[in-house]
C-alpha cells in the first residue's frame, strides 16, 4: 500500500489545483474538462514519495496507454486529479493488487468514475493481507460517482469492502454502482484484527445499486453477528438519516455469519430481491448457511431508536438455513430497546431450499 499519495494530492493544491473543501487531500477539478481512461497494472508507474510540482508533472497523461500503466488505484487518482477530468475509465489489468484504505477525495473528478476490469488480461484480485485492516475503498457525497464493476475479486480485508458514508452538510451519498464482484473471506476470522462489518457498507447512502456480486465467507470468529453482506445504516458520528431507497438485486450471499443484508437507522424503501442465500464451508471447512436471525432485519439501536419508515422489501429470493443450520425467518425486524418494529416485510415467492 503506497502511503504518500494521499499527501502527495494535497500539495497538489499547492501548484495551481484549487483545494476544496471535504478533509486532507481533497481537491477541485476545474470545470468542464475531459473523458479520459486510465491504465492500471501490477508493477506500474508508482507515485509515492513524490508531491507538489513533480507529482503534478509525474501524473499528467501517465497511464493513457495499456502498454504504460501505472501500480495502483491511488496512482490512478493522481493522474486523475493532474489533469481535467470529467468523466473516467480506469481499466485493471489482470493481477494482484494491495491497495486499502483507498478514498475517493472531491476532485478527483467531476463526473463519473468506472473502475472495471481490463478484458482479455487475466483475472484480478484486491487482496488486503498486507493492510491487515480495514476497508478496501472509501466513498463520500462529494466524491465523483462511483461505478464499480467486476468481475474482480475483493478478498481479505479485515473490515470490509467498500463504505460509503453520507454527512449532514453535504448530504447522502448518490448513484453508488457495484456490479459483478466478489467480496470473499472478509472478517476476523480470516483477517486478525478486523472488525468485519459488510462487503458493501452503506451509511446514509441513497439510491444505490448493488447488483449481481457474490458475497462468499464474510465471517467473524468474534461478534459473528457484526458481519454482513449488505448493511444500510446512517452516519452514526453525525447522526444522519439511514440509507434510503437502494436496491440489492441478483447477488448471491454464502456464509455470511451476521444476518446477510442489514437494515438499521430509520433506513427505509430498500428493495432486496431476486437474490440467492446458499450454504458452503466456513473457514474450519464446516457446512453452513447465513446469519443469526433473518436473511433480510431491521434492527433498533439506542444510537437511533428508531424505526424504518416502510418499503423495505423482500421478494423473489431463494434462501438456507441460518449460520447456525437452523431454518431461520426470511425477513424479521428486532431490537436491542423497548421499541417494536415491523420494518421490513416479506413480498412475493421467496423460496426455501434446506
Known amino acids: 500500500m503506497r502511503k504518500h499519495l494521499s499527501i502527495g494530492l494535497l500539495c497538489l493544491a499547492t501548484a495551481g489545483v484549487m483545494a476544496a473543501p471535504g478533509g486532507a487531500g481533497a481537491l477541485a477539478a476545474p470545470a ?77 473528478a467531476d463526473g463519473t468514475v468506472t473502475v472495471r476490469a481490463q478484458p482479455g488480461t487475466g483475472p484480478v484480485t484486491f487482496d488486503g493481507r498486507k493492510a491487515k485492516a480495514g476497508y478496501w475503498t472509501k466513498v463520500g457525497p462529494k466524491s465523483p460517482k462511483l461505478n464499480f464493476q467486476g468481475p474482480y475479486t475483493v478478498q481479505r480485508y479485515g473490515d470490509g469492502g467498500i463504505k460509503a458514508t453520507g454527512t449532514r452538510k453535504d448530504g447522502p451519498v448518490r448513484g453508488l454502482v457495484v456490479n459483478g464482484i466478489t467480496f470473499k473471506q472478509i472478517g476476523n476470522a480470516w483477517v486478525k484484527g478486523g472488525k468485519g462489518f459488510a462487503g458493501v457498507h452503506l451509511n446514509y447512502v441513497s439510491k444505490a445499486k448493488i447488483t449481481k456480486n457474490r458475497f462468499l465467507n464474510l465471517e467473524n470468529k468474534t461478534n459473528r453477528g457484526n458481519t454482513h453482506g449488505v448493511y444500510l445504516a446512517f452516519n452514526q458520528t453525525q447522526r444522519t438519516p439511514g440509507s434510503n431507497g437502494n436496491t440489492v438485486a441478483g447477488n448471491t450471499f454464502k456464509v455470511i455469519s451476521g444476518d446477510p443484508v442489514r437494515a438499521s437507522d430509520g433506513s427505509s424503501g430498500n428493495k432486496v430481491r431476486d437474490n440467492t442465500f446458499a450454504k458452503g464451508r466456513d473457514y474450519r471447512g464446516r457446512i453452513r448457511g447465513n446469519g443469526n436471525y433473518g436473511m433480510f432485519t431491521y434492527w433498533v439501536f439506542p444510537r437511533a431508536n428508531t424505526c424504518g419508515k416502510g418499503g423495505n422489501t423482500f421478494s423473489g429470493n431463494t434462501y438456507t438455513v441460518n449460520y447456525y443450520n437452523v431454518k431461520a425467518p426470511a425477513v424479521r425486524s428486532g431490537s436491542d430497546t423497548s421499541r417494536t418494529c415491523k420494518s421490513v416485510k416479506a413480498t412475493g415467492h421467496n423460496r426455501y431450499k434446506r
Request: proline share 5%; no cysteine.
Open 32 to 108: 468542464g474538462g475531459e473523458d479520459i481512461t486510465v491504465y492500471v497494472g501490477p508493477g506500474g508507474t508508482s507515485f509515492a514519495g513524490l508531491s507538489g510540482k513533480p507529482l503534478r508533472q509525474a501524473a499528467s497523461g501517465a497511464g493513457r496507454t495499456a502498454r504504460n500503466p501505472v501500480g495502483s488505484l491511488r496512482d490512478a487518482q493522481a493522474v486523475l486529479a493532474a489533469g481535467h477530468t470529467r468523466n473516467a475509465t480506469i481499466l485493471l489489468r489482470g493481477g494482484t493488487y494491495d491497495d486499502a484504505g483507498v478514498e475517493w477525495a472531491p476532485g478527483i
